[in-house]
């Protein structure tokens, strides 16, 4: 983690803190931004935009919460704004024709699940919700108010993220 110094002198305008920050964190917002979108160049593109946003955004940052909660929820708010303006959808209703994973390719006995394969062919809504929830921690009443849906329709969608990913890697 950066020091909040590299923080604090970011926000004041001081580029090469900022790099310090963008270089600590820029793997784990990727990461993030790649399970919740599924596409690596997508994922490039909405990374940096996640960059651009805390660099325009950072002398607001308050300190109320940990610099990386912070990054994290305006990395989320960038992926979501992002899959809104260019037509994905999430939810239940925008997955319907996406419930049967791509085929997978047969590898021999001993190779490795591909984990992060199977979670790339999720439904988007699916997917959103299983990162939000078992890779980064959300709750489901967290993950409702950032996506815009009941905690129930955030259970659903778990449920429905973890019998397909069983499905996929048992193949």
């Not at 997978?104 to 199977?118: C, I, M, Q, S």
Request: proline residues 4%; contains cysteine.
């Amino acid at each position: 983690m950066p020091d909040a110094a590299d923080v604090a002198a970011a926000a004041g305008g001081d580029r090469r803190a900022f790099e310090r920050v963008y270089r600590t964190h820029v793997p784990k917002v990727y990461s993030l931004c790649l399970r919740m979108l599924g596409d690596r160049t997508l994922a490039d593109e909405v990374t940096q935009d996640v960059f651009v946003r805390v660099w325009e955004k950072l002398p607001g940052f308050r300190g109320d919460s940990a610099f990386g909660t912070w990054l994290h929820r305006v990395a989320v708010n960038v992926v979501l704004t992002r899959r809104k303006t260019s037509g994905i959808q999430h939810g239940r209703a925008a997955d319907d024709d996406a419930l049967e994973l791509a085929p997978t390719r047969h590898e021999p006995v001993g190779d490795r699940l591909d984990l992060e394969g199977a979670i790339a062919q999720l439904p988007k809504g699916a997917r959103t919700v299983f990162v939000l929830h078992d890779v980064q921690g959300f709750t489901h009443e967290e993950i409702g108010e950032q996506l815009g849906i009941t905690p129930g329709g955030s259970k659903a969608q778990l449920h429905r993220a973890r019998l397909l990913l069983r499905a996929a890697l048992t193949r």
